[in-house]
């Protein structure tokens, strides 16, 4: 069982002018994380080109594995999985160990639900702490059981999978992907049509995925925002190639760190522009930033673009509740752009950020204040109060296991008077295991 008890490894991020060059971010996190559960669930050969070779996606492989896949890698960024099938899971020994990762577990958890084995899912303390019961509900729908569960239905808990899956009808209580996933995943082995109905459109990965990979999907429109996607049970998937196109939540970082820090001009290859997923480019164009979008193209089923961005001034702006699935991860980064803004960026409807790796709202506003930046939470709104450009810096950001909140306070500590540290930079290699190296190819001062 996991309690990743790893020393804590403290980075520092000093004043760097000038960032340029040219890189591409790793492969997409929800994407690599559905290759491998599709691969799984396939009979033959799927083949992942860019996977992303972060903590949270190998412990999806290593789930994969337990479940009775072979998963290879055999270059760096491509991987073999070689699946069992709808229907053809094999119950795993051990406990099956997420470590950091949200959509990892949830996704499995459907998967498991659907199937006639039985699972305990348990992850690190992060982990531990994030609400599961939202999975769990449309799970036991569907014919699943829950035979063991810490309080408040978190991990570590124990999926017994229904023997025979019962094809739902379900709307989502949050808007979220991984409760649309799992709950699709579940139906994948249900007879008859599984249908989720989501009041405001979340990533589409999964569907598009599933599509690709020879099931029957139908997504039409539900109400002003929302969405509705019927999935046709027990198809006969086929392998598939999957590319994997460049994470837009990771390239969020140089991204902004290329905005604040003056004088800098530099290229992102091939990011994903899903328009699910691109509210923070939409903010920050608002915002006033530079940013050009060249040779837009399609890779790997995905829009993407070369995305230019150069330095300059930011102005305050109201971010919109309805826009948050489309930058849910993205909003520790934001925040930091906006401190650099001019006038106030009200952020609105943030309570999903309460219940992620962290408390992302408190772990925000704490990062922010270490930095001499004011804010404001009002209910579910966070408020930042823009210095303008200069902002001070000389203080720790406390991470709480929390990836986006290490990589959004050294993005910070590029552009504040005087270094910002933060205590724990460990969890970035779950999402971005080059971010130190790729950042400093850039002529970031992190250390
Ligand atoms: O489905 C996915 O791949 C993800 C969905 C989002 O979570 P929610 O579904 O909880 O909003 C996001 O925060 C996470 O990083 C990845
Ligand atoms: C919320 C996130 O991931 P997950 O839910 O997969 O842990 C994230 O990557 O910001």
Redesign the pocket.
Known sequence: MSAHAQAPAPLTARRSEKLSGRIRVPGD?SISHRAMILGLLTVGETRVEGLLEGE?VLRTADAARALGAMVERTGPGSWRVRGVGIGGLVEPRDVLDFG?????SRLMMGVVAGHPVTATFDGDAS?RKRPMRRILDPLVRMGAEIVSEAEGGRCPLTIRGARETIPITYETPVPSA?IKSAVLLAGLNAPGTTTVIEREASRDHTERMLRHFGAEVAVEPAGEHGRRVTLVGQPELRPAVVVVPADP?SAAFPLVAALIAPDSDLVLEGVMINPLRSGLLTTLVEMGADITFLDRREEGGEEVADLRIRAGALRGVDVPAARAPSM??EYPVLAVAAAFASGDTRMRGLHELRV??SDRLAAVAAGLAAAGVDSTIEADDLIVHGTGGRVRGGGTAATHLD??IAMAFLVMGLATEKPMKVDDGTMIA??FPTFVPLMRGLGADIA
């Open positions: 996190k949270d950091n990762a949200g959509t990892g982990l991984q939540s849910i991860d992620k790796e990836h986006r779950t999402s």
